[in-house]
């Protein structure tokens, strides 16, 4: 009885120590000057270059010498929301998955022969596979069952995966948003990286070393404004309202960021984790239209918490319109036990907001997990 007794406390624990990591912002420490990065195999072909028809601003830094949003700091609520919020995940543990997103057969014999034709795969989360202009590409991809700084205690996966690892196409390029354990997974990274050594990982500055050192050689860091030519595309880091964290002590020392994806005969968006700011209507203006945009809907509650850095699904329908999006993809939903909204509720709002809007039903996209669609 003791036993189990300790282990229900070290489990609760370390699964609110884990959302604290994921959610929480901690007082900022003295900045030491990081040692330089030195990859073993540096990709000097993808040297990043600012980007004339963009002309972005670089992300800022604070007095500390840690990156900031362009609106400056944001808030994560008061002590007592957050407080609230943590006590609210001892009853996660028992939450019902009523309201998950589906899981579909997938088309991995079509896909891993695909060359020619655009399309988008959810594989859950914010884990996207977009073919185009030839290539295949992963978003923030996750394959744990649990985001956490201590796996396997942490908020647990509702629906398995998409695909499996294996079934994926020869993946050309991945692209990271921000460092959180939902959106970098160190352990599908290493999977991919050992499934083929010549994909390429780009992430926002400041990410490189993480990867670098568990074995993840072909990385390359941008920053906001920054632009990588790779084969016959052009892959653009921008800016986004969110922060980055892993351990009580690096808050916000790496980027974070969004990314484009532009070809001669498409061009996608990947919003990555971000509250609505006033920037999605410069990336529309300067590097818009875009053929497809995945944006964020989920984990917005509670407001007084989430809302600077989570959108909610209105303002990700109008994030979609500001980036100029001909059709929107939702992304960010119903994977993950991470916060308060009911787990059915973020779709039916997007697709109301949508509906109202020039998206409309039929450019408002909320995928099975395991669904591929043409765009």
């Not at 400041?206 to 084969?231: C, M, P, R, S, Y």
Request: charged share 20%; with cysteine; proline share 7%.
């Amino acid at each position: 009885m003791l036993k189990k007794q300790l282990f229900c406390r070290l489990f609760i624990s370390g699964f609110i120590l884990s959302i604290m990591t994921l959610q929480v912002q901690s007082s900022p420490e003295p900045v030491k000057i990081p040692e330089p990065i030195n990859s073993p195999e540096p990709i000097n072909s993808l040297e990043p270059i600012k980007s004339p028809e963009s002309e972005f601003e670089s992300a800022p830094k604070d007095n500390q010498g840690r990156f900031t949003n362009h609106g400056g700091e944001i808030s994560h609520g008061s002590l007592s929301v957050r407080l609230k919020f943590y006590l609210r995940r001892f009853g996660t543990l028992f939450r019902s998955d009523a309201g998950a997103p589906k899981r579909v057969a997938n088309q991995a014999d079509f896909l891993r022969d695909n060359r020619t034709t655009a399309t988008v795969t959810w594989i859950g989360h914010a884990t996207l596979l977009v073919q185009m202009e030839g290539l295949n590409f992963l978003t923030d991809p996750i394959w744990s069952k649990t985001p956490s700084p201590l796996p396997p205690v942490g908020p647990s996966r509702w629906v398995d995966p998409g695909m499996t690892i294996d079934e994926l196409p020869e993946i050309d390029f991945v692209v990271i948003s921000h460092n959180h354990f939902d959106h970098l997974d160190l352990p599908t990274l290493r999977k991919l990286a050992a499934r083929n050594s010549d994909t390429i990982f780009f992430v926002p500055l400041g990410n490189a070393d993480l990867l670098i050192k568990k074995g993840i050689t072909q990385v390359q860091e941008l920053g906001w404004g920054e632009t990588a030519n790779f084969k016959n595309i052009q892959i653009h880091c921008l800016p986004t309202q969110h922060w980055s964290k892993r351990k009580l002590s690096d808050t916000r020392k790496s980027l974070w960021a969004s990314w484009a994806v532009i070809g001669t005969e498409r061009r996608f968006y990947f919003a990555g984790d971000t509250g609505y700011f006033e920037g999605f209507k410069q990336i529309g203006a300067k590097l818009g239209p875009f053929d497809l945009a995945a944006v964020p809907i989920g984990a917005y509650e509670p407001r007084a918490m989430m809302a600077e850095t989570h959108m909610n699904p209105e303002e990700a329908v109008q994030a979609a319109l500001d980036v100029q999006a001909e059709t929107a993809v939702a992304i960010h939903f119903g994977t993950f036990d991470l916060s308060d909204e009911p787990l059915a509720e973020p779709p039916v709002r997007f697709k109301a907001a949508a509906k109202k809007t020039g998206l409309g039903l039929d450019n408002s996209w909320v995928l099975d997990i395991g669904e591929t669609r043409e765009f």
